[in-house]
């Protein structure tokens, strides 16, 4: 049976109040809508991780649905500071554990492969090291040597978005390509929300493109503009005056939540939040079509 179903519900039956949440996607494809449904919806003592926050938890932290971060860089891309989380850390309304990089999806791969702990060489980060309980050495059964390592990350949900999918959850991800497909296979449930929903013959004609297979997904979603003010390679561009919008907003709380108020809880739905946007931002994100060279995988 397919696994298509709407946003809402998806939410609604994977997404409890006190579960680690991963929200994947790197520069694109970040699960915007998602997390507004997740905000609408009103869930609790979240912990959200992330290797890259982007603006996405700093609303979700506005809204009141986190009682943790987890993550690896956090800022405004290009911008500055994701002001709220900034604020609610030092605030200590918020639990945080930072990691570089590498040590992020180091713990991703490690609980999406089964494995107690991931090594890895010196991180060239050693203020987390000493600052993070959860970073440890152990010996090198090898060479003797001190390895790094790190646990395993392994969320309640992962939430991925794609370009295309079938209803079985079989996805197709082209640009550039982040924690995904690690997220995916770490987390217990995975809500993909994709651009189009297609046949599966479609994802079965270029399979190196499927980094999502359908057999760990939970729910599919259909989610035009899922990714809106960030991008979606090939379908539209990233809003980086929204980012700088953001950025002005974010300095207040009130203003925070005005905007909370008119574009998440005052829209039902991410096609009325995208008509909400208007025609001139349509126009301005819209992208030129670039086909990549097509590849020849021979006969049967």
């Known amino acids: 049976m397919g696994k298509l179903i709407s946003l809402a519900e998806a939410v609604a039956r994977y997404v409890q109040d006190g579960d680690t949440v991963y929200a994947a996607g790197f520069t694109h ?3 915007f809508a998602v997390g507004h449904e997740i905000i609408r919806q009103r869930r609790r003592n979240l912990t959200l991780a992330r290797a890259t926050p982007d603006l996405v938890y700093d609303q979700m932290v506005a809204a009141g649905c986190a009682k943790k971060v987890i993550f690896s860089y956090m800022g405004n891309p290009g911008v500055g500071s994701l002001r ?5 850390v030092e605030a200590g309304e918020l639990e945080w554990e930072e990691y570089s990089h590498f040590s992020m999806i180091s713990r991703l791969t490690a ?3 089964g494995l107690p702990f991931m090594p890895m060489n010196p991180t060239a980060a050693g203020d987390l090291e000493r600052a993070n309980p959860s970073y440890r050495t ?3 059964p090898y060479t003797g040597g001190q390895v790094v390592v790190v646990p395993p990350l392994k969320p309640d949900v992962a939430i991925v ?18 924690e995904q497909k690690e997220a995916a296979f770490a987390s217990q449930r995975v809500i993909l ?18 980094l999502i297979p359908g057999f760990i997904v939970d729910a599919v979603c259909h989610v035009p503009f899922c990714s809106h ?8 561009d990233r809003d980086n005056a929204f980012y700088l919008e953001w950025d002005e907003i974010s300095k207040d709380r009130q203003r925070a939540q005005a905007y909370l108020d008119e574009w998440v809880f005052g829209v039902k ?3 009325e939040y995208w008509e909400k946007l208007g025609p001139q931002v349509h126009r301005r994100l819209k992208v030129k079509r670039r086909l990549s060279t097509p590849v020849d995988y021979g006969s049967y």
């Open 138 to 140: 152990v010996t090198d």
């Open 193 to 210: 929300s994709a651009e189009e929903i297609v046949p599966a013959e479609v994802i079965r004609s270029d399979p190196n493109r499927t």
């Open 84 to 88: 709220l989380v900034r604020a609610a």
């Open 229 to 236: 003010p960030s991008y979606t390679q090939g379908y539209y």
């Open 111 to 113: 609980g999406a492969t």
């Open 269 to 271: 739905d991410r096609q």
């Open 29 to 31: 494809l970040i699960p």
């Open 161 to 178: 978005h794609v370009q295309r999918a079938d209803e079985e959850g079989n996805a197709h991800i082209w640009g550039i390509i982040g």
